[in-house]
């Protein structure tokens, strides 16, 4: 089977961030995307360049176009965020970002009327059902499918990274999980995604699809929801790992870190370098601390079991990525990485306000909902 590659011709960027629709008396989920994505599309037929359905009625999705720098990404966000802000504004409804959300049941949840969600629903029965998480999705450029899996595979080290840093679903249904990032968990139910496999190259991609659609284990390539994947359409390596962000300073962290990273990658293949890949084991198991312990985590940094504070390998990276960010025009966003773990992720900003409120939720929602509209100023 051939996946047409569609190459980019630089490290170009693209993010799409899954908002939660709030009721803002009640602070529940609410079904409302229907009504705001009709009154946003120049239709009126719920169709909108940069504003688009998810799998629950409680989400809109909004996406940029292909952006050059994080700045531009994050322009291209709020503009759209702005929009759609507005409209939810005159049917009581908040926009939040978050993991998943503290106390809404996924059982009352309304599935989006497609064939596709509709499918997922009859494979997968309770797991899709229960997949009221909500992420952000960084897109970076690769100038070739020669070079798109060595720098998945590249990025595998890096999972507990991002994940300890979009840290943000301590909650579930009301209940304080213990983790800091339960979304993970969730998500890596459904049977095609989680960490990827490590392919050595193109072929071996298009085998693994073929042989998935051919036995009837999916029916797109767009159903293969790894961590980190190929995106052949767009000619790029997505990032799927970040939990839902609250706020745009946060996103601009994670893009900075991500576009910096293929960018050094996709260099040191030009320079003839083979980049290295964890083993699957240290993978797996730096992913669970991240999810467990946040930015409290300490990861394996060789085979030998050797660890490090993930606070640390962070500070590390930021300044080991500096010249790259400096050429990328991203150096303030990446460098704001330090300021953001001072301050806390997202998880850690959650337990507080909780803690702050006698344990009250609502409050949670209420701080998601500040950080979305003011930001942290990082």
């Known amino acids: 089977m051939r996946i047409d590659f569609n190459p980019s011709s630089h ?5 799409e961030w899954e908002l939660e629709l709030v009721d803002r008396d009640s602070r529940e989920l609410v079904s409302a995307s229907d009504d705001i994505l009709a009154t946003l599309s120049p239709d009126g037929d719920g169709e909108h360049p940069k504003a688009k359905h998810e799998l629950l009625q409680s989400c809109v999705e909004v996406i940029t176009g292909i952006c050059e720098t994080v700045a531009q990404a994050r322009a291209d966000l709020a503009e759209t965020v702005a929009d759609v802000a507005a ?16 106390t809404s049941d996924w059982a009352d949840q309304q599935v989006t009327d497609t064939d596709r969600y509709i499918g997922l629903m009859t494979r997968n029965q309770i797991v899709a059902r229960q997949m009221q998480i909500f992420g952000v ?7 070739s499918e020669r070079k798109a899996l060595p720098i998945v595979n590249a990025l595998m080290t890096y999972v507990p990274h991002f994940l300890a840093l979009s840290a943000s679903s301590p909650y579930w249904v009301g209940v304080d999980t213990g983790l800091a990032s339960y979304r993970s968990k969730i998500f890596e139910s459904l049977p095609t995604a989680g960490l990827p496999y490590q392919l050595a190259g193109w072929g071996d991609f298009e085998g693994y699809v073929e042989a998935l659609i051919s036995s009837g284990a999916i029916e797109t390539m767009r159903e293969v929801w790894w961590d980190i994947r190929p995106h052949a359409g767009f000619g790029t390596v997505e990032l799927r790992i970040c939990d839902g962000l609250p706020s ?61 504070p993930v606070v640390q390998a962070l500070t590390n990276l930021v300044e080991d990525l500096l010249p790259t960010a400096q050429r990328l025009d991203c150096a303030d966003e990446l460098t704001s990485i330090v300021a953001l773990m001072q301050r806390g992720a997202s998880y850690q900003r959650q337990r507080d306000a909780a803690k702050a409120s006698g344990g009250d939720l609502t409050a949670v929602v209420d701080l998601l909902l500040a950080e979305m509209s003011g930001g942290l100023d990082l």
């Open 137 to 143: 999705h960084v897109h970076c450029g690769v100038r």
């Open 11 to 15: 490290t170009s960027l693209g993010v």
């Open 248 to 308: 745009l300073d946060e996103i601009a962290c994670v893009a900075a870190l991500a576009q910096c990273l293929v960018e050094r990658f996709d260099k040191q293949l030009d320079e003839g370098y083979t980049l290295p890949a964890p083993l699957p084991w240290l993978a797996r198991e730096n992913k669970w601390r991240a999810a467990r312990y946040g930015l409290d985590a300490e990861i394996i940094v060789d085979n030998s079991g050797v660890v490090m």
């Open 87 to 102: 409209v939810a504004e005159k049917q009581n409804v908040g926009l939040i970002c978050s993991g998943t959300h503290p």
